[in-house]
């Protein structure tokens, strides 16, 4: 079994900045596929960004490109979304996930955080 926990939300002005973290513990692979998804009120969970814990690449949604970055730290077992020039449209529950294939549907990743909240206020 595998537990993540983020950490890191909280409300922004808009154009501000915000780092959340996932740490992972349990039964994690090194070939996991690390994965943030996001969801904003009456709306369906949407993919935003993902990290191959083993090799490091990386993909992103359009919307956040140039804005969102992801990345791992192996020792601590903990994923980071940093997010920089934030709008109000990325309001919304930050999840993390876990899973071993590349994939931009929910359905695709196996172990999920309990989410956190961020807030961006116009």
């Known amino acids: 079994q595998v537990q993540l926990v983020e950490s890191g939300g909280g409300l922004v002005q808009a154009g501000g900045s915000l780092r959340l973290s996932c740490a992972a513990s349990?039964?994690?692979?090194?070939?996991?596929?690390m994965a943030w998804f996001r969801q904003a009120p009456g709306k369906e969970r949407e993919f935003v960004i993902l990290i191959n814990w083993s090799t490091g690449d990386t993909i992103d949604t359009d919307s956040v490109k140039g804005r969102f970055t992801i990345s791992r730290d192996n020792a601590r077992r903990t994923v980071y979304l940093q997010m920089f020039s934030l709008k109000p449209e990325d309001t919304g529950v930050y999840y993390c996930a876990a899973g071993i294939r590349v994939g931009y549907n929910s359905a695709q990743y196996d172990f999920w955080g309990q989410g956190t909240q961020v807030t961006v206020s116009s």
């Open positions: 349990g039964r994690t692979y090194s070939n996991f596929i």
